[in-house]
């Protein structure tokens, strides 16, 4: 005999049961059922869209109004005056109106005088003397009152040549070198002696030639016996002459006696004016 278990009986599983045993049981295997549940609904995504706020715009800026030349001094008080004054700086400028946004006039040299004629915001109202151009100036750049002289520059120190000095202002190696010119030159006397130291020391006390006793007599093309000064010794009087007219006295010609030359070539040379014959020489002053 045989007893299902189930309503649905498959292949059962056999017990072995005793030999004596009168009944044999199928045992089925207990299936567990799983009920399927029913699919969850799939949800489609939800875009959300975010909205950005929209930039705020920038505000233009505003313009500042730029001075009119028509009335430039509408924005302004002027306190009237009249006063005298002058620059105090170099490379002042003036403008059209009592601030740098004005257009300038021009630039002022220092002591440029001038007169103060209104007061505003730290500016002055002026007026330029030389011209009478009106604007307006920085009060730090103006000083009330006359301007100063200027203080005038120095002028550079002239070295005087020698003058005539009794106590001596030459050598005796200068002295000898005219009295071996004038002992050629002169004709051997005192006085044609001196008279040729004379044409020197004047030259070298002149704006015209060198300012020595060498440069003088050295010039180029002033006296033809140059070539023989080292080859002569002066006389004794010719020596004391010189040095008398030199270190002593003085010239014994004016100071303009300048030139001389031998008296068998006249008295008539170019420009120069005659002024004396002295010995063997004719000597002549400039005009």
């Given amino acids: 005999m045989m007893l299902c278990l189930a309503t649905a009986c498959g292949p059962a599983s056999r017990v072995n049961a005793p030999e004596d045993a009168d009944i044999m049981v199928d045992i089925l295997p207990t299936e567990k059922l799983t009920v399927a549940e029913p699919p969850a609904a799939v949800l489609s995504p939800v875009l959300s869209t975010v909205t950005s706020p929209s930039p705020t715009a920038t505000p233009e ?6 001075p009119t030349d028509s009335d430039p001094l509408a924005a302004y008080t002027i306190i009237e ?4 004054g002058y620059i105090n700086k170099n490379g002042v400028n003036m403008r059209k ?9 021009a630039t002022l040299d220092m002591y440029t005088p ?9 500016w002055y109202r002026v007026r330029i003397v030389s011209d009478n151009s009106v604007g307006f100036i920085k009060k730090d750049f103006v000083t009330r009152g006359y301007a100063p002289e200027p203080t005038p520059k120095p002028k550079p120190t002239v070295t005087p040549k020698p003058s005539y000095n009794p106590s001596g202002n030459y050598t005796e190696e200068e002295v000898l070198l005219v009295a071996k010119l004038a002992y050629l030159e002169s004709g051997h006397t005192t006085k044609g002696f001196k008279a040729v130291a004379s044409v020197v020391l004047n030259r070298v006390l002149h ?13 180029p093309g002033q006296f033809s016996v140059v070539g023989e000064l080292d080859s002569t010794t002066p006389s004794n009087g010719a020596i004391n002459a010189v040095r008398d007219v030199l270190n002593g006295n003085g010239p014994i010609l ?5 030139n ?6 006249g008295r008539v040379w170019g420009n120069l004016e005659y ?6 020489n004719c000597y002549f002053r400039r005009k």
Wanted: glycine fraction near 8%.
């Fill in 61 to 66: 800026p505003t313009a500042t109004p730029k």
């Fill in 81 to 84: 005056m009249d006063k005298g």
């Fill in 97 to 105: 109106g009592p601030s740098t946004r004005f257009e300038l006039i």
């Fill in 114 to 122: 001038l007169r103060i004629t209104g007061e505003c915001d730290g």
């Fill in 207 to 219: 704006k015209s030639f060198p300012n020595t006793i060498e440069g003088v007599i050295y010039a």
């Fill in 254 to 258: 004016p100071k303009d006696v300048l």
């Fill in 260 to 265: 001389f030359r031998a008296a068998r070539l």
């Fill in 275 to 280: 002024y004396c014959t002295i010995a063997n």
